[in-house]
């Protein structure tokens, strides 16, 4: 059995999970757009599901969708502020807060009945989860490439 590490290092190791993941996605689409089509589920794709979650307040689906895109997508080459497990730990409870104390719906409330204040309860969620992981939770690169 091979350490992580040395897994990690693996080349053909890292395009195997990677087609695996891919594979996933398309899977998830083809599901999704199948429940669409399908006559006998009126509103049950897993778009419809997520929309309904988050339409009523779920708010944590957006912040942690801002936390991923900086984690896939901006990685740093300098030093953490907080190690790995730190920053998760941190988020996570940033989650609970959200969740547990409703600040999702306090925010909306606070925002006032607009025609797009939900919308704009979620961009700042997604901002808030976007600045959150940018300090706290990005993935490290060599310093090298």
């Known amino acids: 059995m091979q350490s992580i590490n040395q897994l990690l290092d693996n080349d053909a190791f890292i395009k195997r999970v990677q087609y695996v993941i891919i594979t996933l996605f398309i899977l998830l689409i083809a599901f999704d757009i199948y429940l669409a089509v399908d006559g006998t589920s009126e509103e049950d794709t897993i778009s419809n599901v997520i929309k309904s979650y988050t339409d009523d307040g779920l708010y944590i689906l957006t912040f942690f ?9 901006f990685p740093t080459k300098r030093p953490l502020l907080v190690s790995g497990t730190v920053g998760s730990l941190i988020l996570v409870v940033i989650t609970v807060f959200i969740y547990f104390f409703s600040l999702g719906t306090m925010v909306r409330n606070m925002i006032g009945p607009t025609e797009n204040d939900i919308r704009i309860a ?24």
């Open 65 to 73: 969708w801002g936390a991923l895109v900086v984690n896939l997508f």
């Open 122 to 145: 979620h961009a700042i969620y997604m901002l808030l989860g976007f600045l959150m992981a940018y300090v706290l939770w990005r993935q490290s690169t060599p310093k090298n490439t």
